[in-house]
């Protein structure tokens, strides 16, 4: 798979061992970056150089989430671009992996975790051992999961539906169709059966 991956760049000799975990995780896991930023980075931090015209990077940094079946991101710093980024990608229905080194409390109190998005998986972690363990389950289970896409023709009255609960619920049409869907696999008997009998 491909992954994108992003943090702060304040304070990142602090966190170098923690982001480049991520990194060596995702690739000891036969992944491939879309955009392999982190060491050139932490190599001016090391110089104290500041990273100039850090705005030419948007359309490269947008460009690599689209590019990316999965994303990433360390939160630990609070940064508004990482806010950006996150948004951008769950917009796209990237999966997408928060992660970071704060208390239970602190993480709820994110304001991304009032996000209802069924693409948003939110953990913290205490080490490196366990933030290894974090993202490598989530490559797992993401590589597991195949996709696909179709289209759909609605009544307007469904569209309305959906247009209404999206509002209200705070999630994009695709999920709310999604859990309507898995909802109604649940209790289908007939269906939960031919899922029992296979091998």
């Known amino acids: 798979m491909k992954v994108f991956f992003s943090c702060s760049t304040n304070d990142i000799l602090k966190h170098r061992e923690n982001y480049e975990t991520i990194v060596k995780t995702i690739s000891e896991e036969g992944h491939e970056l879309t955009r392999d930023w982190l060491k050139r980075s932490v190599d001016l931090a090391a110089k104290n150089e500041p990273e100039l015209n850090r705005g030419n990077h948007y359309s490269s940094v947008m460009s690599a989430i689209i590019d990316a079946d999965v994303v ?10 990482i806010g950006h980024q996150l948004t951008f990608a769950l917009d796209k229905s990237k999966p997408a992996l928060l992660l970071a080194n704060i208390s239970d409390k602190a993480m709820e109190d994110l304001f991304i975790s009032g996000s209802k998005s069924s693409f948003l998986t939110m ?62 696999a649940e209790q289908d008997e007939d269906y939960n059966q031919r899922l029992s009998n296979q091998p």
């Open 72 to 81: 990433i991101f360390d939160s630990t710093v609070k940064s508004m671009s």
């Open 123 to 184: 953990k913290n972690y205490a080490n490196a051992k366990d933030l290894k363990a974090l993202v490598k389950d989530f490559l797992t289970k993401s590589s597991s999961k195949s996709k696909v896409r179709f289209q759909i023709v609605l009544d307007k009255e469904q569209n309305d539906y959906l247009e209404w609960a999206a509002f209200k619920y705070k999630k994009n049409k695709s999920d709310i169709v999604k859990v309507s869907l898995n909802n109604s």
